[in-house]
């Protein structure tokens, strides 16, 4: 006869330290060596390419793209997707800038409301994205509305707020607050930098040795053998699609910070580039599969390649195929080495 007390319900990981290092694949380490291969390329390309200026601006231009990878990681592993933390990025600010500058501006200018003080900026704009995160997990758990279309609505609904509130301008005034991480240096690197590496040891650090972490892997595999074994599968789903949004909004501020302005088109196409860089970096569509480690190494790999064409002299107008191509590349090796059928 089985023993069910020492029996663990299907897609509940093991808690033991080496159960916790069980979803490390070899496959999460695969694109360093592709990363080194496109780093020799890009020297042979242009000998600019391993200067301390170019990496650094490289790996700059990939922390506010890596952040929104990290929110969708994070929400993939748990079974989920969000797609309108492309729109997230731009209508956060936006917003944040709406309700802080003033009513009065030059003819031409982005004018607010001015009903919050400028300080108040930072902290507007990221309960703008904890908000939205929110409000996706409002519509999938309680109102148990597809999560694909309920967010492809949200991400076009935001986009048409975004151009309705600025008039399809970009905002070029702002609190110094805003400017501060995107333009500043610690260490002779990049501000934003410092900050993505740091989030995303905290994210893997959670997801590896945290209760609630490991209990996104138990909910992504399998959500009705997670509920049975006590996870509260909402709440920790919801909490999830919350942070999502944040890291979003705080994307936003690292763009905005680095560009000095709200572009009218900030984050537009992005999406594609969220799933790429997670795809390539080993994490499953279906959830409850894949590390932050490797959804970085896949962002550093889709801006390496983008580098290596700029300074290759290939027009910037393919880096949109050449996204799609990636993605549709990944899809089929991940077929096939997995052995598991994509629906």
């Not at 992504?220 to 699609?241: F, H, P, S, Y």
Request: charged share 10%; proline share 4%.
């Amino acid at each position: 006869m089985t023993d069910t007390a020492t029996e663990a319900p299907a897609g509940v990981r093991d808690a033991s330290p080496l159960g916790r290092l069980a979803h490390i694949r070899w496959s999460d380490f695969s694109l360093v060596p592709v990363i080194l291969v496109l780093m020799v390329i890009g020297f042979i390309v242009s000998p600019v390419f391993l200067t301390s200026g170019n990496l650094i601006s490289v790996i700059q231009q990939s922390s506010e793209l890596s952040l929104l990878v990290l929110g969708q990681a994070l929400i993939l592993i748990c079974g989920r997707m969000d797609l309108s933390l492309e729109s997230t990025i731009g209508i956060a600010p936006v917003i944040a800038m709406w309700l802080v500058l003033p009513s009065s501006a030059p003819a031409g200018r982005f004018t607010g409301v001015g009903l919050l003080p400028g300080w108040t900026a930072i902290p507007v704009c990221l309960l703008v994205g904890l908000a939205i995160g929110a409000f996706n997990g409002f519509l999938m758990l309680k109102l148990n509305v597809n999560g694909f279309i309920a967010t492809l609505g949200m991400l076009t609904m935001l986009r048409g707020l975004h151009v309705g509130i600025t008039g399809g301008r970009s905002i070029i005034d702002m609190p110094p607050s805003f400017r501060y991480l995107g333009m500043t240096d610690w260490l002779g690197v990049p501000a934003a930098v410092w900050i993505c590496l740091a989030l995303f040891a905290i994210g893997g650090a959670a997801l590896a040795w945290l209760r609630h972490g490991r209990a996104l892997y138990a909910i992504g595999g399998n959500a009705e053998a997670a509920r049975a074994a006590g996870i509260r599968v909402d709440r920790v789903t919801w909490i999830v699609l919350a942070v999502g949004g944040l890291l979003a909004a705080f994307a936003g501020i690292l763009y905005t910070g680095h560009y000095g302005s709200v572009a009218a088109n900030q984050g537009n196409g992005w999406i594609f580039q969220v799933f790429a860089a997670a795809v390539i970096g080993g994490i499953s569509l279906k959830g409850g599969r894949g590390t932050l480690f490797g959804a970085l190494t896949g962002v550093l790999t889709l801006q390496l390649v983008v580098n290596v064409m700029t300074l290759g002299g290939v027009p910037a107008l393919w880096n949109q195929f050449l996204n799609g191509a990636i993605i549709i590349v990944a899809l089929v090796i991940s077929r096939f080495a997995s052995g598991e059928k994509q629906d």
